[in-house]
Nanobody
Framework: HVQLVESGGGLVQPGGSLRLSCAAS????????MSWVRQAPGKEREFVSR???????TYADSVKGRFTISRDVAKSTMYLQMNSLKSEDTALYYC???????WGRGTQVTVS
């Protein structure tokens, strides 16, 4: 049984920082690539970042240089450090394994 639980969201002022966590069970991080995506009100879900089984990392252009994805394989936890937050980063952030269709319920980030 796969379970993904995001945490760490909240309300932050522009220019501030947040660190999101994604605690996983039923998934072996070293075998899958994991992603962060987000969905703002009235918009489609968009890719934020991903880290593959070998540790290679990709970012959306909109967050490059501001966000950092990482993982702790031993803890089965993935992180998203978000710095220099902007109002346009406001969204519900989800972690997941896109290839298998596993997603968490999301954590809300509001920059205002």
């Amino acid at each position: 049984h796969v379970q993904l639980v995001e945490s760490g969201g909240g309300l932050v002022q522009p220019g501030g920082s947040l660190r999101l966590s994604c605690a996983a069970s039923g998934i072996t991080f070293s075998n899958v690539w994991m992603s962060w995506v987000r969905q703002a009100p009235g918009k489609e879900r968009e890719f934020v970042s991903r880290i593959d089984s070998g540790g290679s990392i990709t970012y959306a252009d909109s967050v490059k240089g501001r966000f950092t994805i990482s993982r702790d394989v031993a803890k089965s936890t993935m992180y998203l450090q978000m710095n220099s937050l902007k109002s346009e980063d406001t969204a519900l952030y989800y972690c997941g394994d896109p290839s298998a269709g596993y997603w968490g319920r999301g954590t809300q980030v509001t920059v205002s």
